[in-house]
Every structure is written in C-alpha cells, then in structure tokens.
C-alpha cells in the first residue's frame, strides 16, 4: 500500500513538471514557428531597414514596419494612460470604501464587460467615439479629424481592459492582511492614509503585476482597434491622427494578398515582431518589479 502511494505522488509530481514544462516549451515554439515563417523575407532583406523604414510597398518587394509598430505602441499607451488611474480609484473605492452591498452588486457588472465580444467594443467605438472626436472633441485641438484616430483607439482599447485590472487590482486589495489595516487605524491614521501608505504601499507588486497584463493584452487586441484607429500607414503627429497598429494589418491582409511574392513572410514577421515586443516588455517590467521588491522590501 505505501509503494503505491509513493508511485501515485512520483506519477503526479512528474505530470505537473511536464505541464509545467509544456507551458514554458509553447512559448518558445511560438516563437520558433513564427521566426521559420519569416525566413524568407528576413533571408532577402535587413532587419533592421525593415524595422526602421516608413515604406510599405508589397508589389515592389518594399516592407517597412516602422509605422506599423509606433502604431502599436502609441495606442497601448494612451489606453494604459487612461485606463491604470481610473482602474485604481475604481478598485480602491469598491474594496476599500464600498459596502458589501454596492460590491456585490457592482463587482459582477463589471466582470460582464469582460464577456463582450471585440467586435461590440469596435462597433460601439464606431457609432459612438469616433463621431465625437469628430464632431466635438477633434475641432478644439486640430483643424480636421475624421475622428478614427489614436485617440478612439485607446479609448476603445482602454474601456476593453477595465474589467482586466479591476479584477485583479481588486484581488491584490483583497490579499492584503486585515491586521495591517487595523494596525494603521489603531495609531490615528485616517481611512485614506491607511489606504495610501498600506495598502497601495503592501499591494504595489501586484498593482504593477495586473498592469503588465493588462498591458500585454492591450498590446495584441485586433478588432476594435482596427475598426476605429482609420488603418492610415502614416506616422501620427497628434492623438487625433489616424494610425495602423500591427494586428490591425495582419487581420487586414492575411488570406487576401497572399498571392504577393513574400507577403505572407511579412506578415508573419509582423506577427514575430508583436511577439517579441510583449515578451521583452514582460521581462522589463520583471525586473522593475524585482528591482522595487528589493528596494522597498515589500
């Protein structure tokens, strides 16, 4: 009876270590699969002029993704930009101030925006955002805006990881000890600095851990980005200038214009190339985040 036992917990230690594995190992087959898909646009062209190049031109065997990722960027950080503070003070006011009842009943409301469809998002961005950066909000700022911008975008993108970060900020919150609270309150501290100098301080890992993947998710969302960005390739000047984001391009042309000499290559590269802008900014913010561990000793 104890041999088996012992063989029953050697079998499940070493299927979590192969789970565990697999989970690393996709990672890199992604990565790998994308990388032979792109060899032969890579094997015919620099790296570096592609990615430095403002020139798409596929008849001409000219593919510059310069444009494609400020595109990509410039919309993930204005949608981060709008959505971390309000996700914060949303989450700090439903886990540190709100009554079960207003939590309970909000709390699900919110998660329910994590169930709509990308396509809801961008249609209602359509209907919606893009005509009163339009018709409202472009004209004080610019002479013109057809209102599918950078702007929509992030606001779209923005509104599409809400339920992303308050969840999980609001799980941080969550973890964080009742005693810490308690301590504060005991010496004089008021609600609010207990929540600030406590709670943010204990929870601040896990608030940049959620930021990260909301982020990360922010960075490959594809259809309502594409429906309210405009899919200009230009550099945009300002946030009410049209824009092209990487998956906007790869959803726009894959299957269509295959039939182009290397354009499938391209894309690919395209796609290897958003790939490894979300596992080098996972790793950066790794080591900020162990960096502030260290130095703040949470």
């Known amino acids: 009876m104890l041999k088996l036992r012992i063989f029953k917990d050697k079998v499940m230690y070493h299927l979590m270590q192969l ?11 992604i990565g790998a699969g994308l990388l032979f898909k792109s060899m032969p646009l890579l094997r015919d062209h620099s790296i570096i002029d592609m990615l430095t190049s403002e020139v798409w031109r596929p008849f001409k065997g000219e593919f510059g993704f310069y444009t494609y990722i400020i595109g990509t960027l410039w919309v993930t950080v204005i949608a981060t930009a709008i959505a971390f503070p ?9 886990f540190e101030y709100a009554s079960a009842a207003v939590k309970n009943a909000v709390v699900p409301l919110i998660d329910l925006l994590a169930g709509i469809p990308p396509v809801v998002y961008g249609l209602w961005g359509v209907l919606t955002i893009v005509p009163f950066i339009a018709d409202t909000l472009g004209p004080r700022f610019v002479d013109y805006t057809s209102g ?3 702007l929509a975008g992030g606001i779209v993108l923005s509104i599409m990881i809400f339920p992303l970060l308050i969840s999980l900020i609001g799980e941080v919150f969550s973890g964080v000890a009742n005693d810490l609270r308690d301590a504060s309150l005991s010496v004089g501290a008021t609600k609010w600095q207990t929540v600030k100098l406590v709670v943010v301080r204990k929870a601040l890992p896990g608030i940049l851990a959620a930021a990260v993947l909301a982020v990360s998710r922010a960075l490959g969302e594809t259809i309502a980005v594409l429906m309210v960005c405009g899919n200009m390739a230009i550099i945009p000047q300002t946030i009410f200038d049209s824009c092209y984001p990487l998956p906007a391009l790869i959803a726009n042309n894959y299957g269509e214009m295959l039939s182009i000499p290397l354009y499938d290559s391209a894309l690919m590269l395209a796609a290897f190339i958003l790939f490894v802008i979300i596992v080098l900014f996972n790793t950066v913010a790794r080591y900020v985040l162990n960096v502030m561990l260290r130095r703040f000793r949470l």
């Open 19 to 29: 789970s565990t594995s697999f989970g690393v190992l996709l990672l890199f087959l």
């Open 148 to 150: 599918y911008s950078l």
């Open 86 to 94: 309000l996700c914060l003070l949303c989450s700090i006011y439903l």
